[in-house]
Nanobody, 119 residues
Framework: QVHLVESGGGLVQPGGSLRLSCAAP????????MSWYRQAPGKEREWVAT????????TYLDSVKGRFTISRDNAKNTAYLQMSNLKPEDTAVYFC????????????WGQGTQVTVSS
């Protein structure tokens, strides 16, 4: 049984920062691309960022470029999303997503962590 466990969400004021973590102890972590998605109330889930492995190439949703940074530590089986200069429109449940390299049919979702940006 594979579990992705997110942490680090919370309430932050506009302009503030948070770092989300996604731990995946059961995965062959280095063989998975790791992504973050988010879902705001009443909206569909949207992709935020991806980091590949082993190259570490990163891609971002345009609206978060320059503010969010995705990273990974393969030795710790953990991915991160550093979020800075947060805006109210970043408020959402953030989900971690792992997809096996070369096998798009093998993937896992985390349970989500709430991020609320409000004064």
């Amino acid at each position: 049984q594979v579990h992705l466990v997110e942490s680090g969400g919370g309430l932050v004021q506009p302009g503030g920062s948070l770092r989300l973590s996604c731990a995946a102890p059961e995965l062959s972590f280095s063989t998975y691309a790791m992504s973050w998605y988010r879902q705001a109330p009443g909206k569909e889930r949207e992709w935020v960022a991806t980091i590949s492995s082993p190259s570490g190439i990163t891609t971002y949703l345009d609206s978060v470029k320059g503010r969010f940074t995705i990273s990974r530590d393969n030795a710790k089986n953990t991915a991160y999303l550093q979020m800075s200069n947060l805006k109210p429109e970043d408020t959402a449940v953030y989900f971690c997503y792992a997809r096996k390299r070369y096998d798009a049919n093998l993937y896992y979702w985390g349970q989500g962590t709430q991020v609320t940006v409000s004064s």
